[in-house]
């Protein structure tokens, strides 16, 4: 399996071969267009962007005529080796989860394309004797800078090991589809061993956010997701998310998404 993968263009961020993938790119020139979460995004020359998995999140994708880009994909479990013991990560991942792009100064822009071309140098290396250590010293860089451009923008909380180990935990849960039967806060506090409000209270530190929002989101998304397929009639969808009826799953669907669950098929 290649853990680190090279590209010159998005076309394929949305391929289901690359959905283990985080995404790393940075815009040299142009603009493309996209869809994410159900947000419109633009990202432009001096931008650098960041999708933690699930690129087949992603639609819509439109690049210009004169888009020029580098994109670094590097699996989950590379991603894990080479990460620096920081507490930032986790606030990192859940700010971009609602926002992928990061808008650089002309210095950050400089330090952004030195590691990109250190990443891409050193996979070339492959006669190197301990290319394995030195490509995960490059791509640790990298994400030292990228968690310095994200404290730049959004500042430094101080988030202790235990809160930060709590919402890791949280969102895995999250990322495991417990919410498709469970969306109340309580079943994911009595699953950590705390209450729902002290759970509330550590996703709003590190993240901005209540866990409420985050179980609604994850919710949310996967429901989008799987409208779009028409093979699942609504009411196999309904029943995977253990709706009691199809009037309660669209309403739930029109309170969250704002639309019916018909008109996300049109």
Partial sequence: MQHIIIDDTLARI????????LTHAYCYQ??????RNGRNFRFEAGDCMIIPRRGDLVHNLVESDDFQVSVIYVTQEFIELSTPQSNYGMKGHLALFENPIMKLTPVQQEVCQRNFEAVKRRL???????RHDALKNA?????IDFFDFHA???GVDK?????????????????NGDF???????????????????????????????AAY?????????????????????????????????????????????????????
Wanted: hydrophobic fraction near 35%; charged fraction near 25%.
């Fill in 159 to 175: 988030i202790s090991s235990q809160q930060h180990q709590l919402m890791g935990q949280f969102v895995e849960l999250l990322e």
């Fill in 139 to 143: 791509i640790e860089c990298m994400i």
């Fill in 124 to 130: 070339q290396e492959t006669t190197h004797r301990f």
């Fill in 180 to 210: 498709r039967n469970n969306r109340e806060i309580s079943y994911y506090a009595d699953r950590l061993c705390v209450t729902p409000k002290y759970l509330s209270e550590v996703s709003k530190k590190v993240s901005g956010l209540p």
């Fill in 14 to 21: 949305s391929d289901e071969k690359l959905a283990g993938y």
């Fill in 214 to 266: 985050w179980i609604t989101r994850y919710t949310s998304l996967e429901i989008s997701r799987l409208l779009r397929d028409r093979n699942l009639s609504l009411t196999e969808i309904s029943d995977m998310f253990g709706f009691t009826s199809l009037s309660h799953f669209s309403r739930y669907v029109i309170n969250n998404l704002g639309v019916k669950p018909t008109e996300l098929r049109e």
């Fill in 152 to 154: 730049a923008l959004y």
């Fill in 30 to 35: 142009g603009y493309s267009t996209f869809v």
